[in-house]
Structures are given as C-alpha cells and as structure tokens.
C-alpha cells in the first residue's frame, strides 16, 4: 500500500473463507487488491490419450506404453484385471476418484456433474478403476475425467463469484499443456451464472470480462467500445453458448500436444475490428 502497488492473485473458493475478511479489511484501508478464480472447479484433465496423473506403481509401467499397447492391455481380460486390481489395491487412485468426474459422451463436457467417479462406482456396485476403463475403451482413449483440487463445491464458488474483489479467471496460459485446459471458462460463465442460473447480470458479466480485468492489468486501450479504443468484440447468441469437449492437436514445435477448446454460439469476434477466423 505504501509503494502505491497493485496485488493480482489467485483466489479459490476453499482459501476465501480463511482470508476473505483479510482481503476486505486491507481494500478498507486504501490497498488495491484483487483476487482471480475459475468459475467451476478447478483441476486436471485425465486420459488414455492426454494425461495420466496418477503416481503409484501399477501406473509408471502404463503410463510409458503408447495409446494402442494402453488400449491392448485394458482389451484384454487378464491383463485388464492384473492392471485394475494393482490400481484398486493402491489408495492413490480411489481416494483421487472422490473428486473426478466424467466429462461425458454428449455433445457437451459435464462439468456440473455432480456424481464423482466414486459415487458412480458405488452405485453400480463396482471398483472406480472398472468405470475408468469401460469409459476409456468405449471412445477408444477420447474420454476424458476432470480431476478437481479446488473449488469443489459450486456453492462455495457461486459465494466466491460474487465478492467485490474476485474476478473470473485463473487459466494457467499453457503452463501444463497436456493436462489442464481452462480456455471455456468465459463460456461456462455466460452459459451457467448468467444465462441458466442469473446469478449474475449480463452486462455485468461483460463487464467482469472485459473493462474490469483490462483495467486490474494497465491495459488502457481495450475493455469498452468507446472512440479510439481497441475494437475487440465477440457476437455471442447467448441461447446457443456452451463449451465443445477439451480435445488434443499436436500443432507444437516438434509435434509436441496440446489440449484446446472451442465453443458454440459465437457468432463473430473480431480483434481490433479485425474479423477472426472461427
């Protein structure tokens, strides 16, 4: 406060409740703070074909196989079983079921499921590793399991959204290319929290988008249609807005992957009146 600095940092809804009324107290008194969270949960994305982050043993072997020698060993009866009873006898791998969820088969990923793949699996009278697999070899690898470490409840996060000092964010700008892809996070924002939910208004969702973050950075050219700023603008059909399923391009130098995501219901977006590619 005394330099006149500004603090970003990133904010998640299990933290606030410890240091929310710190937060608060220190913007009382003159300090400009601000606080960034995922509007959903935040986590890792896990699959046959992407990431396993998984570190017990029965893993270390699987993990170094490529896609059809992992396809090939689960296909088969014997080695599948050998492969999911070392998995089960672990507890790295059940107690981490409690908090991953299936991203599902539609059209859609599922991000608000609330069923773990633990819950599942106790419902069906089966071990979590059996639905890992089944899920896995139905989509030939594709099928992909969220695993959260923060910002479990939605609760929670819904309370956290709503402070004046949080804004919707905490994408890790590649930093883990292969195992964490956060890029629909301003769609699940419009498409959850204002459209179906209304927790928040429109316009002032666009705000938190835009003009809000752009000013917590410096940006002074950008965040509002105004005379001589930058025309940075999507055209959203809201009715239509949801995230497409997480998906893996090899388009790095080397051939090297990485995950991505697009979206429905953009319309048009143009960067600095400049039409973009869809």
Known sequence: QDAGARLLFSSVAEHAKRVGGDVDALRTGGSDITGITLPR???VLASLRTFLPYRAAPWRAFRRLDLDAKLALLADPVSREEFAAAVDADPEFNRTARRTRWLGDGEHPTFLREQTLADEAAAAGRRPIDLFIDRSLASNGLAMFHSSFANHDLGDVAEHLGRDWILPGLGD?????????DAGYPT???SHWVRDRGAV???EAVRLLSSAPAAV???TDRGVVAPGMRADLNVIDL???AERHPRIVGDMPKGGERLTQGADGYVAGYRNWQRVPA
């Open 41 to 43: 949960r935040f986590g």
């Open 173 to 181: 700008a590649g930093a883990h290319a292969r195992q964490i892809c």
């Open 188 to 190: 699940f924002y419009l």
């Open 201 to 203: 208004a429109l316009a």
């Open 217 to 219: 950075i410096g940006l």
């Open 239 to 241: 009715d239509r807005l």
